[in-house]
């Protein structure tokens, strides 16, 4: 037999389909090969021993290739002997096409692969092998004939420091042919109502692409365009009239989507256009966020790349299930900045999340300014004290690297502006300030605040509270027999009221220990009751943590009462009183909670173990507290505390993944929920997150696929120049020395692994548009920590030309993906001589708009003229001719507009192209 080890393979890859749930196979496709190792395939794993019981032999069969939802690894690892072996009986005699073992780092330093027909006698089926460590061996069985048993047969085992522990596998695979490649699902995420693939081809957006709206959809529109123009560099007009084109995208008014509901929208992307439809704005801006997700990942990219923006063709029907999809910044604990704010706004309204619940004020800070203006006769309270003190304290332990809280404060015009972002997102910012606990900020700012009656009776040395910057709870409260308690929450809560857009407030409510301890629960819910009244005659609705619940009489429709932990007893009573239920159970959606022990910040008393992204998709907040109906849950809100959280990129860190699992649950309806589809369509997520420059998880619960886009590059003739050609997004990896290749990591160290679609090394070639190519080097734009998120990676390469001119490279994966496509200006850039015009007429009743184009070259040129009313593109244009199209208008007038002509001239191998943009004047023919 023929034996053949690579160490390396054709990484596996992965093409976007058009649609997450259809998967067509394709005419005279391949058979489909199989790992008959695999224990659901029926293989029977068996081992020499193991070095301990929980990494028995059955976990190099099981399929999972890193941790197991209870955070330990699978694996088998063996007895301590160099003769350790691991065998897997297969369900039936099967003809192999070669074995793939994906090691651990205690790999085999030299092994064999042997086979048998009954687990007896063996017959060796390679030489003496090396294992690689941290990597993947695929041994190829040729002529082998059929098998009933596999073996790894070791030799002599690896080092670890200077001991000798046992072999360790993830897994062990026997193929029956090639394996199959990757495939990235649609990677739409929340899942929308209906998904319905189309024939053709999809919508491509190009640098005449306009977006024409509806006049009440301009800041929807507005929205979009920012987007698309960063990443494309296109200029893509805003218009709200005209005949849309096959590159429009049209955002359109109509009252029949949704039957009602402001939120949901249609859209279609096809050849003919892309089209949101939608009976309100804020349906709209969901339409387009969906459609962002249809191009290409680098479209999220903040500066312009290159790549082919097109999308699946489709059409999609969608609304959300709740109305409340939210997370909570806890900025009272260690502050964000405005900047930072706007950034997670951004991030959570691309899902489709609508609420951001701001912290604003607990033991350890103030975050919001209050000014004296507007206080009540007799009221001597200073309130620009809350944030002169208080602004300036925050927690003192807890942060990463033992970093205390960040202080500071938002300005009324600071918030009134992350209020004024969030509306133009359709997030509704909802203002918290805690009462009647969580208060020592308060009281140790306020004087007046500290009366006999409260947490902190005021001393001749000692004013006010004295600052404490620890994670205690339950200590601080506030004087519910003084009405100067009240004076002060009716003036800080009017101020805040009077600076919020949105119809709530949120007032706390939770762990008020010490106070009921003190004056009994009925004080308590009569503190509460009273604040309820003060929101309520500010003309706002109240939200409040689920300890509101007892205050039955006080609540009324519009409230919310927000669960988090103990008795959900209380619940159905406040909901049948008018109030819904915020779902936010702490161990499934505490965003603070750390992934597993080895996430550096983070707490665990709500969830310990693995706390990761399934853990938070699974469960329905419809159906979690016995006795609410689903139209009794307003819907789910993850909220993040920050004991131990510092800035915006660990806020991020901390959030996402399993934030987008509380917009898909809080989205999407519960019968399309399904938690193996849903990591799989995080894993397409990920690369887009990675463009956008926002920090996540890259969790090994999802398999990261990789997408990149080209640059533009400058260069000199015959000057040997590195020059950056292309960015790749691929999350999960890390770059080898010398950056040839990058990998998943797997190495199960301080940041712990993660999972890629390329279970590899992936390389690259650079294909210079003249004929020469050269290997691609990489360049981690961030490398994977124990607080971040990897695979942005910059591709480059070094190459001198010969002539001047535009050329157009491309980078292609050492597995055949064509990664992006580049330009390169050699030498100064030329330019193309010709003319052009444009003018409307009229023929009969119909308007036209007529482009005539003129070459000023010696030699043929091709022109592209480009409209709102189509494209026509003439090839060869002779020297000193014109070219000439008349465009109908389908209409009797036409408003003014532009049309944008390229000229294209190509010589040795060389392009160069121009354009001009000429203008016509409105015309009716009627």
Known sequence: MTISLHRTMAILGGALLAGSLIAVPAANAEPVSTNVALSTNGGVATASGAELAKWAAPMANDGVRGLLPNGEQSRWSSNYSDSAWLQVQLAAPTTLDHVTLRWEAACAAQYKIQVSDDGTAWTDASGVLNGTCDGIDRVTLTAAGEVSYVRMQGIKRTPIGSSFYGMSLWELEAWTGAEPKAVAPLGLVPIPATVTPQDGAGFSLSAASRIITAPAFGESAARLAEVLRASTGYELPVVETGEP???????????????????????????????????????????????????????????????????????IEDSPRFGYRGVMLDVARSFQTVDEVKEI??????????????????????????????????????????????????????????????TGFYTQADYQELVAYADERFVQIVPEIDLPGHTNAALGAIPQLNTPGSSHPATATQPTAPHNGSGAVGYSYLDPDSEVTFTFIQHVLGQLSGLTTGDLIHVGGDE?????????????????????GIVHGLGKSANGWNEIARTTSALQAGDKVQYWAGSTAELPAAAAAGAKIVASRGSSSYLDMKYNAKTPIGLTWACSGICDLTQYYSWNPGTFVSGLTEAQ???????????????????????????????EMGWSPQAKRDVTDFTQRVGVVGARLTAAGVNYYDTSQATWFAQGAGLHAEADVAAPTTLQVARFFAPGTKVAAGGATIAADLVNDADGISKSEFDGAFGATIEWGDGATSPATFTAEQVRGV???SGAYVISGSHAYDAGGSRSGRVVGSDGR?????????????????????????????????????????????????????????????????????????????????????????????????????????????
């Open 512 to 532: 008020s220990h010490d106070m009921v301890a003190r004056y009994g629960q009925a004080k308590f819910n009569a503190f509460v009751a009273r604040v309820l």
């Open 245 to 315: 084109a096959a590159s429009d995208i049209v955002l359109a008014s109509d009252a029949a989507v949704g039957g009602g509901n402001a939120e949901a929208y249609e859209l279609s992307a096809t050849a003919s256009g892309a089209r949101i439809a939608a009976a309100d704005a804020h349906g709209a801006f969901n339409g387009a966020q969906t459609l962002r997700q249809l191009f290409p990942a680098a479209v999220e990219s903040p500066t312009v790349v290159q790549a082919a923006w097109t999308t699946p063709a489709l059409e």
């Open 787 to 789: 607080l971040n998120s």
């Open 818 to 926: 064509v990664v992006a496509e580049f330009t390169v200006q050699v030498g100064a850039e030329e330019t193309v001589a010709f003319e052009a015009t444009a003018e409307t007429r009229c023929l009969g009743s119909k308007a036209y708009v007529v482009v005539r184009a003129t070459n000023g070259e010696t030699a043929p040129i091709d022109l592209t003229m480009q409209t709102a009313f189509g494209e026509k593109s003439f090839s060869a244009v002779a020297a000193g001719k014109n070219a000439t199209n008349s465009f109908a208008v389908r209409s009797a007038s036409v408003p003014a507009g532009d049309v944008t002509v390229t000229a294209t001239r190509t010589a040795d191998g060389a392009t160069v192209s121009a354009a001009k943009t000429i203008g016509y004047d409105a015309r009716s023919c009627g």
């Open 633 to 663: 849950v307003a819907g789910p809100e993850a909220p993040m505390w920050s004991e131990t959280i510092r800035g915006g990129e660990q806020a991020e860190f901390m959030m996402f993944p399993r934030a987008i699992a509380h917009a």
């Open 345 to 406: 706004i951004d991030a959570i309204a691309s899902f489709k999340m609508n609420v951001l619940h701001l912290h604003l004020a607990d033991d350890q800070g103030w975050r919001i300014e209050i000014t004296n203006e507007g206080r009540a006769a007799g009221d001597t309270i200073d309130y620009s004290l809350l944030t002169t003190v208080s602004g300036a304290r925050a927690m003192t332990q807890g942060g990463y690297g033992g970093e205390a809280g960040r």
